[in-house]
């Protein structure tokens, strides 16, 4: 299918997915969250894609923040659903399961910084810079920063990123825990690729039980964790994938999982 803003590329159970509106650094509008919560939902019973990484078209920006035209005849009633409808197409891909990556090539601002925080890892160009500048305009994050970043880089710092407006720099997002790994512009894609194939190796029920996991651990106590993971761990042992993994360990061969 083809799409106006986005360019989708699946190669070999990866896909790609580019937001392509370079002249506006990739700036997030309507017709984009269409389109990415199309692409995304289809990639939910699409076995040809097993993972994902998201990245923006050209050297400048990942994805620069909203575009400032669409936020300026919002309401109170607007602009909470507004926020939303953004909100629900990030958590459509926080928990597609299967494993989102970050590709962040440049500028990821306010909406686009909040998109890379959905992504299950981050992969930074040393000239990614990482902001949410919404209280510089009189507003705040409404696409899930203010819940998730906390979580990623503790209360203090994310109080200090938002209510500051400041951007920070890849060596200081890498620093932070914000992104797992910085690497040169060149390297980018095949740093994502690579960490998605390394993925894609593994048993792919077990990876989406992670995800799940791990995923839980935010918003509940350890005790219920605890709990869930254990359901998960023992789900594990129905699975085709895991008898298969423990046979090849045994043998000493590679294992060939079918995934289910």
């Known amino acids: 299918m083809e799409y106006k803003n986005i360019i989708v590329n699946i190669h070999d159970r990866l896909a790609t997915v580019t937001i392509n509106r370079p002249d506006k650094l990739n700036a997030l ?13 289809s990639f939910v019973e699409n076995k040809d894609v097993g993972a994902v990484i998201l990245t923006g078209a050209g050297e400048k920006a990942f994805m620069a923040g909203a575009d400032i ?3 300026a005849s919002l309401t109170v009633e607007s602009g909470k659903e507004f926020a939303r409808k953004g909100q629900e197409l990030y958590s459509l891909i926080e928990n597609l399961g299967k494993p ?13 910084c909040e998109l890379a925080l959905a992504c299950h890892i981050r992969i930074a160009s040393e000239k990614a810079k990482f902001g949410q500048p919404e209280a510089s305009l009189g507003i705040m994050p409404g696409y899930g920063a203010t819940q998730r970043l906390p979580r990623l880089i503790g209360k203090g710092r994310a109080m200090e990123m938002i209510m500051t407006s400041a951007q920070v720099d890849a060596a200081e997002a890498l620093r932070i825990g914000l992104v797992n790994k910085v690497v040169s512009p060149a390297d980018l894609m095949s740093t994502a690729e690579s960490i998605a194939r390394s993925i894609l190796a593994k048993g792919q029920v077990a990876i989406r039980n992670v995800m799940k996991a791990i995923n839980t651990a935010e918003i509940t106590s350890l005790a219920e964790g ?10 594990c042992f129905g699975t085709e994938d895991c ?3 423990i046979s090849a360990f045994l043998t000493k061969r590679q294992p060939q999982f079918k995934n289910r």
């Open 226 to 235: 605890l709990k869930i993971e254990a359901i998960l761990f023992g789900e």
């Open 100 to 112: 989102v990556i970050a590709a962040v090539n440049g500028y990821a601002l306010g909406g686009g």
């Open 29 to 41: 509008n309507e017709e984009i969250k269409t389109e990415l919560e199309e692409v995304f939902i």
């Open 69 to 71: 035209v669409e936020l």
């Open 243 to 245: 008898k298969e993994g």
